[in-house]
């Protein structure tokens, strides 16, 4: 079984990958960006078959390890 | 409009964060973990209105800015 975690950033909390990536696209002459925010992604893949339990699981990766909880949020997703 | 970029590793090329994600789960207990890679995601907020206009542009902007597109390859995503 397939999960994809996405952890980005809680809104307000200062990003300055994302900053960087908004100057670079304004110097590349992309005026068009409004706002830019960096996140990462984890894909894993999981011996468990059930989806609850993988997504219970994969909770618990994400709040023991993947995850800063006091300034990010994160998404599991379930592939397959 | 809000468009996410997910631009993950192509198959086959070494992960070296994925596979410290995998030993780290591991040594939680995770024991279930067959294999994690990791990419990032970038949310932009761009003001175009035109969906197929926002999803080329972005495409312009993978190709020159954010992926490497040697290794990574990317998705994009509209959101709305």
Redesign the interface.
């Known amino acids: 079984m397939k999960a994809r975690v996405?952890i980005?950033l809680k809104p307000g909390v200062l990003d300055p990958q994302?900053k960087a990536?908004e100057g670079?696209?304004a110097d590349?002459g992309?005026a068009?960006?409004?706002?830019?925010?960096?996140?990462?992604?984890?894909?894993?893949?999981?011996?468990?078959t059930d989806e609850a339990a993988a997504r219970a699981?994969v909770g618990?990766?994400c709040e023991?390890?993947?995850a800063n909880t006091v300034v990010e949020r994160y998404d599991i997703a379930i592939l397959a």
């Open positions: 996405t980005t994302g990536i670079a696209l590349l992309f068009d960006v409004a706002s830019a925010r960096q996140g990462k992604v984890i894909d894993l893949e999981l011996s468990a699981e618990q990766m023991a390890l993947l």
